[in-house]
């Protein structure tokens, strides 16, 4: 009986050890961004430029990036709170994205986006102005 106590204690011991001088997981680099900004879509970097995917099955203008982690590129168009129409582009990474806007009344209009369903997305611009847009 006090052999199986010796036991129980013996592996107690040892998994605790084990745990407390584990070492932590090394972070893992990339060099995707954690945000879009409207800037990612003016340029491609050396990164993307070995991943980049064009595909005319689907709506988006190019692809990099790697399986889980892709990055889009779409044309959009669409209205703003006034009915204004408006068209730009924009890269999106996951549900959220960034780009520009061109209206009638505004040379340019940074945006950020997130998706809402199958091809249409909500905007939001810097003074707090939505629009609703689809991808072309």
């Not at 900004?37 to 980049?52: F, G, L, S």
């Not at 990099?64 to 209205?79: A, E, F, L, R």
Request: net charge positive; aromatic share 14%; glycine share 8%.
């Amino acid at each position: 009986m006090k052999k199986n106590y010796l036991i129980l204690l013996l592996l107690f011991i040892f998994y605790s050890c084990e745990k407390a001088s584990a070492p932590l997981p090394a972070q893992i680099n990339t060099f995707y961004q954690s945000a879009i900004t409207a800037d990612d879509r003016k340029t491609i970097t050396p990164e993307e430029a070995k991943t980049y995917h064009v595909n005319n099955t689907y709506k988006y203008e190019y692809r990099t990036g790697n399986p889980g982690n892709y990055k889009y590129n779409y044309d959009v168009k669409g209205i703003n709170i006034n009915g204004d129409s408006v068209f730009g582009n924009i890269n999106v990474q996951g549900k959220y994205g960034a780009g520009i806007l061109i209206g009638d009344t505004v040379a340019e209009i940074e945006i950020n986006t997130e998706w809402i369903s199958y091809g249409k997305l909500k905007a939001l611009d810097k003074k707090g102005n939505e629009y609703n847009l689809i991808v072309k």
